[in-house]
């Protein structure tokens, strides 16, 4: 049974950095793609950053892709979420979810963790 598992969320101030992890298990990790989703309270889950499988094409939501890396360690089956200059805007649960595809759209990835909530403590 795949199992994702995030962590790192907390309450960071504006302009402040943090760095989330998603932690998989169940599957060979290295074989899928993975991706980043936030959701504010009362509206759809929005796409934010995907990887393939070996890290080597990725893929930003416009708003956040001068702030945000995605990356993987495919041998920590993890990946990872490193946020830079908080915006409060940027206040969401932030999920992660593995797929076939290097895609943006959330039904087409088969699994999904838990989710981490960040916080802006301005």
């Known amino acids: 049974q795949v199992q994702l598992v995030e962590s790192g969320g907390g309450l960071v101030q504006a302009g402040g950095s943090l760095r989330l992890s998603c932690a998989a298990s169940?599957?060979?990790?290295?074989?899928?793609?993975m991706g980043w989703f936030r959701q504010a309270p009362g509206k759809e889950r929005e796409f934010v950053a995907t990887?393939?499988?070996?890290?080597?094409?990725?893929y930003y939501a416009d708003p956040v892709k001068d702030r945000f890396t995605i990356s993987r360690d495919n041998d920590k089956n993890t990946v990872y979420l490193q946020i830079n200059s908080l915006k409060p805007e940027y206040t969401d649960v932030y999920y992660c979810?593995?797929?076939?595809?290097?895609?943006?759209?959330?039904?087409?990835?088969?699994?999904w963790g838990q989710g981490t909530r960040v916080t802006d403590s301005s």
């Open positions: 990887i393939s499988w070996n890290g080597g094409r990725t």
């Open positions: 169940g599957r060979t990790f290295s074989s899928y793609a």
């Open positions: 979810a593995e797929g076939r595809n290097n895609d943006t759209m959330s039904n087409e990835y088969d699994y």
